[in-house]
């Protein structure tokens, strides 16, 4: 124990005195400097501003937000004076080690769906770090303004549970409150507990046995280096097994696949990388250098059940715990990756459509490929088995609109733009306005080669997994809140092609010309030609990194007016060749730092804009083929300027926009997934500056560079954040871009010219805690 004073450190702990050794005055005399306000622990903002004040270059939110993560051992948000000598004389490099070092549990709350194990998961919210629960899909998180924890099931300004204090959830000192559906309000709950696992609890989490989703390695196993031939078939082939071996390593154990069937060990190992704070799956485990074809998130997780795997794009998967299958090909209840909503029983059977009937012809070959041999015993599910309060219109919004396993984000983000003006679904699209107890619906959908409406009826079965007997895990799009109208509309969309198969990959005109009528359509795409020329346009120039971190050491400078060709980049860092001027021939550089742009691209943007109209339903089974899908009725080339005034014009017209990934961006750090659908929210123009915002169909995932949520961007200029009328920055999906940025990564836009009937996303006010909010009723 260190017991700290304004005029001496007294260490009461050997191994303290010796970290500190002939240091203790400079040390004392460094974290007063830190300690602003005397409290005798460090803030975060405490901490971010002297870091800054002592080197901006170095610091961002971002690295400022990474080491308080790691050097907050106890998970308080406040660096104690321990804490601070242990980061400040550390041989090691603590900015490098591990995000996600805690790892909170939370019991005795009168509602059983929000207990459980809260991991770290390397993401930020109000400048603190947020918590995943794998096993009841919540997240805990830090509402600043309110200066309270909450767990809801995502992170936003909404809460299910909160606890008031400004240090750790686990040391708030007073009791949580609970939302009661019954009583319409928070309810004291003393006997709900939050604490911090114990490193023997972390290693008790760790399971005997883990399946790793055939899915997800095959898809992984394909990007890895050296994998060729046979090795990818035999990790695609099944779900595979991992054992755990009497073996540990780097404090963890050490799993290795078993082939059941075979009775033998295979040569492929999950354990934990202690140089990069990683689990790694790959072959053997004896040389940490190699490359994996899969890993997870940096992480100190005992467990590789609890840590947030990625996949070569930055996608999160959840390996789950495996179970021997019974007859009807369900694992059973007990254990396995549980879903929020749990299956209702004894709901009747009701309506079945004739039609489109709930077999594998309806799902299709691709999306039939999740099911056996190679996946679980797939089956048809009422909507009303997902929920025992399912609500039809409600407050649809944007938000609530999260694509299942099919492959038609292109059909999300359409019904995601159109749910940005409130009741269109409910006032042009539902013939059915009540849900029917036999779940028979009819929905008008526009047919474009007849140019006329029609009735789709439709029965309430979705295609699902079972993850095991008790709760479901849906194919079609996720039934979120209770609402059930997205999957309705995708399953009317699916009949209308011919199955679900038919919906992956696809155009937003072609789903809104079905939606609205409106065949007109805009397609705008533009591309930089490569490679990529930048010049320095800071008056102080740029200064250049070794590597691809803020903390690396510096290697010289960029003067002004120097010209530079892109190499790669993530996000706002550029690896560079330099053209001319004066500073070093290559590199790492910022171009943005402090909230301001250091550099600009003298690389002209070509586009080309061209206008059509749908002709045909290009996506119907019984399509004709001598009817062309499209008649282009102008093309040809504009400009950037033209680019902007269009994209200004069709904002006030009030029409229908999204967009994707230019296909020449390979920014995958950027958080902007390649080949998926994005919504265009608005266009403006605030202090010189212009600015895009879109939403991610996912609810998630948003973009990462400057002027993202976490960025210093904001801070740096209020009058912008004033301007966009951007109070609250949540990870909702929903972000801002600058132009030029969107230019690059984007570059297109996809637009039906109708002229929507309300204003674009003018939701009603909510009250913060309604019932209808809260993602876990009753």
Same mark, same amino acid.
């Given at each position: 124990?260190v017991e700290?004073?304004?005029?001496?450190?007294?260490f009461? +702990?050997h191994?303290d005195?010796?970290?500190?050794?002939?240091?203790d005055e400079k040390v004392?005399?460094?974290?007063q400097?830190?300690d602003? +306000?005397?409290?005798?622990s460090i803030?975060?903002d405490?901490?971010g501003e002297?870091?800054?004040a002592?080197?901006p270059?170095d610091?961002?939110?971002?690295s400022?937000d990474?080491?308080?993560? /790691?050097?907050?051992?106890?998970?308080d948000?406040?660096?104690?004076?321990?804490e601070?000598?242990n980061?400040?004389?550390t041989?090691?490099?603590?900015?490098?080690?591990?995000?996600?070092?805690?790892?909170?549990?939370?019991?005795g709350?009168p509602?059983?769906q929000?207990?459980?194990?809260?991991v770290q &998961?390397?993401?930020?919210y109000?400048?603190?770090?947020?918590f995943y629960?794998?096993?009841n899909d919540?997240?805990?998180?830090y509402?600043?303004?309110n200066?309270?924890?909450s767990?809801?099931w995502r992170?936003?300004?909404y809460?299910?549970?909160?606890v008031?204090t400004?240090r750790?959830?686990h040391?708030?000192?007073?009791?949580?409150?609970v939302?009661s559906?019954k009583?319409k309000a @928070?309810v004291?709950?003393?006997?709900?507990?939050?604490?911090?696992?114990?490193?023997?609890?972390?290693?008790?989490?760790?399971?005997d046995?883990i399946?790793?989703n055939?899915?997800?390695?095959?898809?992984?196993?394909?990007?890895?280096?050296? /994998?060729?031939?046979?090795?990818?078939?035999?990790a695609?082939g099944?779900?595979e097994?991992?054992?755990?071996?009497e073996?540990?390593k780097n404090?963890r154990?050490v799993y290795q696949a078993?082939?059941e069937?075979?009775?033998r060990?295979?040569n492929?190992?999950?354990?934990?990388h202690?140089?990069?704070?990683?689990?790694?799956l790959?072959?053997?485990h004896?040389?940490?250098?190699r490359?994996?074809y899969?890993?997870s998130?940096p992480?100190?997780?005992?467990?590789?059940?609890v840590?947030?795997w990625?996949?070569?794009q930055?996608?999160r998967y959840?390996p789950?715990i495996?179970h021997?299958l019974d007859a009807?090909?369900y694992?059973?209840?007990?254990?396995?990756?549980?879903?929020?909503?749990?299956?209702?029983?004894?709901v009747?059977?009701?309506?079945v +459509?004739?039609d489109?009937?709930p077999n594998?012809?309806s799902?299709?070959?691709?999306?039939?490929?999740?099911?056996e041999?190679n996946?679980?015993?797939?089956y048809?599910?009422?909507?009303?088995e997902?929920?025992?309060?399912?609500v039809?219109?409600?407050?649809a919004?944007p938000g609530d609109i999260l694509?299942?396993?099919?492959g038609d984000c292109?059909l999300?983000c359409?019904?995601?733009c159109?749910a940005e003006f409130?009741?269109?679904?409910?006032?042009?699209?539902?013939?059915?306005?009540?849900?029917?107890e036999d779940g028979k619906?009819?929905?008008?959908?526009f047919?474009?080669?007849?140019?006329?409406w029609k009735?789709?009826?439709i029965?309430?079965r979705?295609?699902?997994?079972p993850?095991?007997?008790?709760?479901?895990?849906?194919?079609?799009?996720?039934v979120?809140?209770?609402?059930?109208m997205?999957?309705?509309i995708?399953? /009317?969309?699916a009949?209308?092609?011919?199955?679900y198969?038919?919906?992956t990959?696809?155009?937003?005109?072609?789903?809104?010309?079905?939606?609205?009528g409106?065949c007109?359509?805009?397609?705008?795409?533009g591309? @930089?030609?490569?490679?990529?020329?930048?010049?320095?346009?800071?008056?102080e120039?740029?200064?250049?990194?070794?590597?691809?971190?803020?903390?690396?050491?510096?290697i010289?400078?960029?003067?002004?007016g120097?010209?530079?060709?892109e190499?790669?980049?993530a996000?706002?860092?550029?690896r560079?060749k330099k053209?001319?001027?004066a500073?070093?021939?290559e590199g @790492?550089v910022?171009y943005y730092?402090?909230g301001?742009?250091?550099?600009?691209?003298?690389?002209p943007l070509?586009?080309?804009?061209?206008?059509s109209?749908i002709?045909?339903?290009?996506r119907?089974?019984d399509?004709d083929?001598?009817t062309?899908?499209?008649?282009?009725?102008?093309?040809g080339q504009?400009d950037?300027?033209?680019f902007?005034k269009?994209?200004?014009?069709?904002?006030?017209?009030?029409?229908l926009?999204g967009s994707?990934m230019?296909?020449?961006?390979d920014?995958?750090?950027?958080?902007?997934m390649?080949?998926?659908a994005y919504?265009v929210?608005q266009?403006?123009?605030?202090?010189?500056m212009?600015?895009m915002?879109?939403r991610?169909?996912w609810?998630?995932?948003e973009w990462?560079?400057p002027?993202?949520d976490r960025s210093?961007e904001w801070a740096?200029?209020?009058k912008?954040?004033?301007?966009?009328k951007?109070?609250?920055l949540?990870? &909702?999906?929903?972000f801002?871009?600058?132009?030029?940025?969107?230019?690059?990564?984007?570059?297109n836009? &996809?637009?039906?010219?109708?002229?929507?009937p309300?204003?674009?996303?003018d939701f009603?006010?909510q009250?913060?805690w309604?019932?209808?909010?809260d993602a876990g009723?009753m």
């Amino acid at each position: 124990m260190v017991e700290w004073s304004r005029k001496k450190l007294e260490f009461k +702990d050997h191994n303290d005195r010796e970290v500190a050794g002939q240091y203790d005055e400079k040390v004392l005399e460094a974290f007063q400097k830190f300690d602003a +306000d005397g409290s005798g622990s460090i803030s975060r903002d405490e901490l971010g501003e002297v870091l800054k004040a002592l080197d901006p270059e170095d610091w961002d939110n971002e690295s400022v937000d990474e080491l308080l993560a /790691a050097a907050d051992k106890n998970g308080d948000g406040e660096l104690s004076v321990k804490e601070f000598l242990n980061w400040a004389f550390t041989e090691n490099d603590i900015i490098t080690s591990s995000k996600g070092n805690v790892t909170l549990r939370v019991e005795g709350c009168p509602r059983e769906q929000f207990n459980g194990d809260y991991v770290q &998961d390397g993401k930020y919210y109000n400048h603190r770090p947020t918590f995943y629960c794998r096993e009841n899909d919540y997240c805990m998180f830090y509402h600043a303004e309110n200066k309270q924890w909450s767990i809801f099931w995502r992170v936003s300004q909404y809460s299910s549970c909160r606890v008031k204090t400004s240090r750790g959830p686990h040391m708030a000192g007073q009791a949580w409150s609970v939302w009661s559906p019954k009583d319409k309000a @928070f309810v004291k709950s003393p006997q709900m507990v939050c604490r911090l696992l114990t490193v023997e609890e972390l290693i008790a989490l760790a399971p005997d046995t883990i399946l790793m989703n055939s899915e997800q390695i095959a898809h992984c196993w394909f990007e890895a280096p050296g /994998a060729v031939g046979s090795k990818r078939n035999t990790a695609a082939g099944h779900n595979e097994c991992f054992k755990k071996t009497e073996e540990m390593k780097n404090g963890r154990p050490v799993y290795q696949a078993w082939n059941e069937k075979y009775n033998r060990w295979n040569n492929r190992y999950l354990y934990y990388h202690a140089e990069k704070k990683y689990w790694t799956l790959g072959l053997g485990h004896t040389n940490e250098q190699r490359e994996w074809y899969l890993r997870s998130a940096p992480t100190d997780c005992y467990s590789p059940l609890v840590a947030p795997w990625l996949d070569s794009q930055s996608t999160r998967y959840r390996p789950v715990i495996p179970h021997e299958l019974d007859a009807n090909g369900y694992p059973p209840s007990k254990g396995g990756a549980r879903t929020k909503y749990k299956k209702v029983e004894g709901v009747p059977e009701g309506f079945v +459509d004739p039609d489109f009937p709930p077999n594998k012809e309806s799902m299709g070959p691709k999306v039939s490929c999740y099911c056996e041999p190679n996946g679980y015993k797939a089956y048809w599910a009422r909507l009303a088995e997902y929920t025992s309060t399912p609500v039809l219109f409600d407050d649809a919004e944007p938000g609530d609109i999260l694509q299942g396993m099919v492959g038609d984000c292109w059909l999300l983000c359409a019904i995601s733009c159109v749910a940005e003006f409130p009741n269109f679904f409910k006032d042009h699209l539902f013939v059915t306005q009540e849900i029917p107890e036999d779940g028979k619906y009819e929905i008008k959908l526009f047919d474009c080669k007849l140019q006329e409406w029609k009735v789709i009826t439709i029965d309430d079965r979705v295609p699902s997994l079972p993850w095991n007997r008790t709760s479901i895990q849906n194919l079609s799009a996720k039934v979120v809140d209770h609402k059930i109208m997205v999957p309705l509309i995708e399953k /009317a969309m699916a009949k209308l092609c011919g199955s679900y198969t038919k919906l992956t990959s696809g155009m937003a005109t072609t789903a809104w010309a079905h939606m609205t009528g409106c065949c007109d359509i805009v397609k705008i795409w533009g591309r @930089f030609e490569f490679p990529m020329i930048w010049v320095v346009t800071a008056e102080e120039g740029i200064f250049v990194r070794e590597e691809n971190k803020r903390q690396s050491k510096r290697i010289g400078k960029l003067e002004k007016g120097a010209r530079f060709q892109e190499v790669e980049r993530a996000r706002c860092c550029i690896r560079f060749k330099k053209i001319e001027g004066a500073g070093p021939d290559e590199g @790492f550089v910022w171009y943005y730092k402090g909230g301001k742009k250091t550099a600009a691209r003298e690389t002209p943007l070509s586009i080309t804009k061209t206008e059509s109209k749908i002709l045909d339903n290009p996506r119907f089974g019984d399509d004709d083929p001598e009817t062309p899908a499209q008649d282009i009725i102008s093309s040809g080339q504009i400009d950037q300027e033209e680019f902007w005034k269009l994209l200004l014009e069709y904002d006030t017209s009030n029409f229908l926009m999204g967009s994707q990934m230019n296909k020449v961006c390979d920014d995958r750090l950027s958080g902007i997934m390649p080949e998926h659908a994005y919504s265009v929210l608005q266009a403006k123009e605030v202090e010189g500056m212009r600015f895009m915002q879109l939403r991610n169909p996912w609810g998630e995932d948003e973009w990462g560079g400057p002027w993202s949520d976490r960025s210093d961007e904001w801070a740096a200029n209020p009058k912008i954040q004033e301007g966009l009328k951007e109070n609250e920055l949540t990870f &909702d999906g929903k972000f801002w871009m600058e132009w030029e940025d969107f230019a690059y990564v984007f570059g297109n836009l &996809d637009v039906t010219k109708v002229a929507m009937p309300t204003k674009r996303a003018d939701f009603p006010a909510q009250d913060q805690w309604s019932e209808e909010l809260d993602a876990g009723m009753m």
